[in-house]
């Protein structure tokens, strides 16, 4: 914890001098429980932008994918330290899941995740993973669609990065029933891409 509380202010301060950042909505964040924060994904460094733009409250859980792992021990460490936990795609990671779910549900944390799985080399919106809506059934919170969008459609030192918190989508529009329903959650990924294609269109202007 004191590590993140060190980090987070040190970072939102690099962040500003090498890029300028704009956010919208974060009155759209949620204070007093877990909530899950599901983002688009074009630059390795979006979960850095989406963490000093929320800035406040409890260290979240942020489930990002192997490869940031193979860098260097330094890193994974303070990966670790910040909430940063790694996801080994299409290895049916039941552990990562249940552990997120308990620190969501049980310890009021959030947590960021990024749908498409992978990014977009264009910043376009690309097809929707199922496991954020997994965790969103399971811990019963509210889902936070968060697009960020960069000047010209690439992150780009010194450039413009806008980061924008859409309104929360209920929780009860994200269950997916028992047993699980495919048709459910097709309509669950439906409605997330619609929020996140929508934030995009109202906020055009910063492209």
Same mark, same amino acid.
Request: proline fraction near 4%; charged fraction near 25%; charge should be positive.
């Given at each position: 914890?004191?590590?993140?509380?060190? !980090?987070?202010?040190?970072?939102?301060?690099?962040?500003?001098?090498?890029?300028? !950042?704009?956010?919208?909505?974060?009155?759209?964040?949620?204070?007093?429980?877990?909530?899950?924060?599901?983002?688009?994904?074009?630059?390795?460094?979006?979960?850095?932008?989406?963490?000093?733009?929320?800035?406040?409250?409890?260290?979240?859980?942020?489930?990002?994918?192997?490869?940031?792992?193979?860098?260097?021990?330094?890193?994974?460490?303070?990966?670790?330290?910040?909430?940063?936990?790694?996801?080994?795609?299409?290895?049916?990671?039941?552990?990562?899941?249940?552990?997120?779910?308990?620190?969501?549900?049980?310890?009021?944390?959030?947590?960021? !995740?990024?749908?498409?799985?992978?990014?977009?080399?264009?910043?376009?919106?690309?097809?929707?993973?199922?496991?954020?809506?997994?965790?969103?059934?399971?811990?019963?919170?509210?889902?936070?669609?968060?697009?960020?969008?960069?000047?010209?459609?690439?992150?780009?030192?010194?450039?413009?990065?806008?980061?924008?918190?859409?309104?929360?989508?209920?929780? $009860?529009?994200?269950?997916?029933?028992?047993?699980?329903?495919?048709?459910?959650?097709?309509?669950?990924? $439906?409605?997330?891409?619609?929020?996140?294609?929508?934030?995009?269109?109202?906020?055009?202007?910063?492209?």
């Amino acid at each position: 914890m004191w590590f993140y509380c060190i !980090i987070v202010p040190a970072a939102w301060l690099v962040w500003h001098l090498v890029f300028r !950042i704009k956010v919208i909505g974060r009155e759209n964040l949620i204070r007093d429980r877990g909530f899950i924060i599901a983002a688009n994904h074009i630059s390795a460094i979006d979960p850095v932008f989406i963490v000093i733009s929320r800035f406040w409250g409890k260290p979240m859980v942020i489930l990002a994918k192997e490869e940031l792992f193979n860098i260097c021990g330094l890193l994974n460490w303070m990966w670790k330290k910040v909430g940063v936990v790694c996801v080994h795609r299409g290895k049916g990671d039941t552990t990562v899941v249940e552990n997120t779910v308990r620190a969501v549900r049980d310890e009021g944390r959030g947590v960021l !995740i990024f749908p498409e799985g992978t990014r977009t080399k264009d910043g376009k919106l690309g097809r929707l993973k199922s496991g954020a809506f997994v965790i969103a059934a399971e811990t019963g919170v509210d889902m936070i669609p968060c697009r960020i969008i960069y000047k010209g459609g690439r992150m780009k030192l010194f450039g413009r990065c806008t980061v924008v918190f859409g309104k929360p989508i209920p929780a $009860e529009k994200l269950q997916l029933g028992e047993p699980r329903s495919a048709a459910r959650l097709r309509e669950c990924k $439906e409605l997330l891409t619609q929020e996140l294609e929508k934030l995009l269109e109202e906020n055009k202007q910063y492209l």
